[in-house]
């Protein structure tokens, strides 16, 4: 290749543009799209010289054909230089914090003992079956997918204590994804990067995903991000890809080929000689423009003695691009003995090629095969310095292609034997087993089960499924099929691959085992993929069919039953259809004792069923508490499980507040900790909900918000997270994003009938509500009302009853609003929280006759008071003080309305307190006006980045906890700065005061 590059000028500058931008702290995606050979590699190449004389680190990465089916392969080609680079202390800052979590991607799998390799007949592999138990007492607040119950949840979660059988991996790609991301972040603190990701198309997927995950947060970092990838390509993710060019801000260039004027200035400097119009012309039309085959033909050309003269055109003119694809097996042809075969090696091994290891594979002596590299290295095949590489992929595709399959699988097959033999991870073997012809070897089934486990722990689900389906077509030994199955069922489920596809794996796991016992986990696998495939009647059939079969066969444990049955139970109470017979089989059991995993499950089941009918707040905040045995319930399911976020929302609907935020906070750091999608959007949204209901609103707006932004976040929990976060969005009168966020989490006709999901209708309710619309709101009410009778949804803590009644009393059906306020008062009496009595005796009051509503609102203020209810308190001494204002209590009505005021507003519910305002200005007081400066003007981010600075800690520990860059925090700080009047974090303590998080 000419060492001048040439009609690129455009494609450079806009290059030189990003590194400048990154060099100032501001990052920007590239990517440079174009055919094989049209000089994309040598536009990244140039950005390297550019940011590397600019002090630029460099961290570079080159997909290709065997490397896609390795695990983070790309990813380590980026990282592990930089980072070997660097002293003990540095490595250990960089690697720190958050960026701990990339540790799966960049060290060697946690692989499984060989031993586990073979398990006994009928007995599934380690690693196999079962999504995990975390699911186990049924789905949260937060639950299933739409009409689903809570399976991705378990399967993203570690293995519960009482889950019978063996447990699947947990799914790390999250957690992974954001350490990654952090250890650019961490490395970009040392200096401006520049990081290359060429052949993009060839780069594996869990790579791929990677990339992704650092384009859409780049623009934060002084980080260039160039990637090239061709169109056209398929790959192993190709779509995946070429979805960087539609990324948002991403800059892509598209070189085109070269002109005829372009092709002339090549040659000339490649011939030493002025080259003809007409050459130029001939040539051009040869090559098409393509810069790679122009170097292949200007080769030719001069190892010929052609001259590039008109007369000369004639002889270009019969030349074709796949001619000249064709040159390269004649160049490589007409080397001495070995160098075909050594190109080979190098073709197969790809980057895990070596001399000694290409020497091997090719079968050559190390005279022949030394002899042979620098013959490679003069005729242009191979790149003249180490590590071994062809000069082009075009070359390296051109040598693999001259393979034929039984050719190509012998090879490869021989390539694994090698690095098996070589001692290396089974990780560099398994790409090459895929190659092989099947042959129903144990060894190879044993191996790629082994490499699947590896990619599991990687976070890499999608590769560890591609090796188990080549296991599965070996085929593995008869005994060991139904391990094969389930483990096959658990990475599929994670990859994403179809449900129905999954799921027959398992059924036919089933049916493969023979030892009872051993069934149990191929059951419960089986029940949450129905779960995914047939909603939450299917999952309950599954369970029903799993305990007929297995109840009273010997050597089944009664922990294992128990586990199966809580399953069905927790699931089965969440969905009209199958109700019944879960509740039938709760009612044939007295409360457990809680001394095992399943009792504290069942016991779950239990608080949770007390709950959502309303029965008792007391029943179920003694039932939750039991179940949570002093920590040991978190302790059996880990943080990922549904279970923990419906005992959280049965402890916060009884008023144990502190009792449920302290559970959470327990939860959501574990969750970072492991880098779990489910435990931390969970976590988040079911604080989200629970501070709401205490009445912290900017707190619960920023966990709703931060909860649905957890990349990845599972789509079974946003509609209840979204309702939850609409309502504090209401009382701050931010109606328009309300009405979006509820539009965006599905509430509508098609949300399933999940009992989770139904609050989003009491969501929709409010905002159409406040938007004036109290036809539409009492609409949404009556669908809530069919959803949650069919579901026996009876519970006071969500009072859509007393909405009801005053909405029926605004468009003047007195009649219905008494009927629904006698059903909110009977209902809040069986509960029995301050909460719920409050709400009842405001709502009663608001529709008395003039001194009976003085004395229910007073009423209602009185217990509020005595709950942890700020926003509820706050709108009755609002009602009330409005109320005494009308009936001339002008002293104490001011009195009320400024307690009013002030509660509201520590509560952040600025619609309210502005009401309390105004009522004060009718009442004749000055009310205080609303502050544009302060803590008040703190938008709820603002106000949360603000106290975690306060509380001393860093940028880039606030951000690594938000999941935002440090300069997103940064940001923040800066406007919080200047709306408290100050200038730097150590006058934050001071400037907020007492205010606290709760």
Known sequence: ???????????????????????????????????????????????????????????????????????????????????????????????????????????????????????????????????????????????????????????????????????????????????????????????????????????????????????????????????????????????????????????????????????????????????????????????????????????????????????????????????????????????????????????????????????????????????????????????????????????????????????????????????????????????????????????????????????????????????????LAEPPPADERAATLLELGGAGFLAGEPITAVKAHAREAVSLIDEPATRVGAWLLLSRLTAMDQSVPGAVAVLEEALADLGGAPGVDPEQLAALENELCGHGQTHPQTLARAVARMDERAPPAGRTPAERLALCNLASRSCFTGRSAALTGELALRALAGGKLATDLGPDSNSLHQVAFALAAADHADATLTLLDGVLAESRARGSVFGVAGALGTRSIVRYLIGALPEAEADGHQALAVPGVPPFVVPAISGFLALALVERGALDEADAVLTAGGCGPRLPEVLHMHFAFWARSRVRAAQGRPADALDDLAELRRRCERVELRNAAIPWRADAALLHARVGDDDAAARLAGEYDELARAWGTPRTLGIAARTRGLLAEREQGLVLLREAVALHESSPARLEHARSLLELGAALRREGLRAEAIEQLNRAAEVATQCGATVLAARAREELGIAGAVGRQHAFSGVEALTPSELRIARMAADGLTNRAIAETLFVTAKTVENHLGRTYAKLGIRSRTALADALGSDAAP
């Open 1 to 471: 290749m000419t060492a001048r590059i040439v009609e690129r000028g455009e494609e450079l500058r806009r290059i030189g543009a990003a590194l400048g931008a990154a060099a100032l702290g501001s990052g920007t995606l590239v990517v440079v799209e174009g055919p094989a050979g049209i000089g994309k590699s040598r536009l990244l190449a140039e950005a390297c010289a550019l940011a590397e004389q600019d002090g630029f680190q460099l961290l570079r990465a080159r997909g290709g054909a065997l490397e896609r089916d390795l695990a983070y392969g790309a990813v380590r080609q980026l990282l592990e230089r930089p980072l070997a680079a660097l002293d003990p202390a540095a490595r250990a800052d960089v690697l720190g914090g958050a960026a701990a979590l990339a540790a799966p991607a960049l060290g060697p799998p946690a692989l499984a003992d060989p031993a586990r390799d073979v398990p006994a007949p009928d007995q599934p592999a380690p690693g196999g079956p079962a999504l995990g138990g975390p699911a186990l007492g049924g789905p949260a607040l937060g639950g299933p997918a739409p009409d689903q119950p809570a399976l991705a949840a378990p399967a993203l979660g570690e293995p519960a204590g009482s889950t019978p059988g063996p447990a699947s991996p947990p799914d790390r790609r999250f957690g992974v994804e954001h350490g990654l991301f952090w250890c650019v972040a961490n490395l970009a603190e040392r200096g401006p990067l520049l990081l290359t990701v060429d052949d993009a198309h060839w780069v594996d997927g869990p790579s791929l995903r990677f990339v992704h995950y650092l384009a859409r947060r780049v623009l934060d970092l002084p980080v260039a991000l160039l990637v090239a990838l061709r169109g056209d390509e398929r790959g192993a993710e190709p779509t995946l890809a070429a979805e960087l060019t539609v990324e948002p801000d991403a800059v892509v260039l598209r070189p085109q080929p070269l002109t005829a004027d372009g092709v002339a200035a090549v040659l000339g400097e490649r011939m030493a000689s002025p080259v003809a119009a007409e050459f130029a012309a001939s040539c051009h039309a040869a090559v098409r423009g393509n810069p790679f085959l122009l170097s292949e033909l200007g080769g030719a050309l001069v190892a010929d003695g052609v001259r590039p003269t008109a007369e000369a055109a004639g002889r270009v003119r019969r030349v074709r691009p796949h001619t000249l694809a064709r040159a390269i097996l004649l160049r490589l042809a007409r080397l001495p003995a070995g160098a075909t075969e050594l190109a080979t090696a190098v073709a197969v091994l790809g980057d895990a090629a070596t001399p000694a290891l290409a020497r091997d594979l090719a079968r050559l002596d190390e005279p022949t095969a030394a002899a042979a590299l620098d013959r490679l290295a003069a005729a242009q095949i191979l790149s003249p310095a180490l590590p071994l590489d062809f000069v082009h992929p075009i070359v390296r595709e051109v040598v693999d292609g001259e393979l034929g399959p039984a050719a190509r699988a012998d090879w490869h097959a021989r390539a694994a034997a090698l690095a098996l033999a070589h001692g290396g991870p089974i990780e560099h073997a398994a790409p090459h087993l895929l190659w092989t012809t099947p042959a129903g070897d144990a060894t190879t089934t044993r191996a790629l089960r082994r490499a699947a486990r590896g990619a599991l722990d990687r976070g890499a689900p999608d590769i560890a499924t591609r090796y188990l389906e080549r296991a």
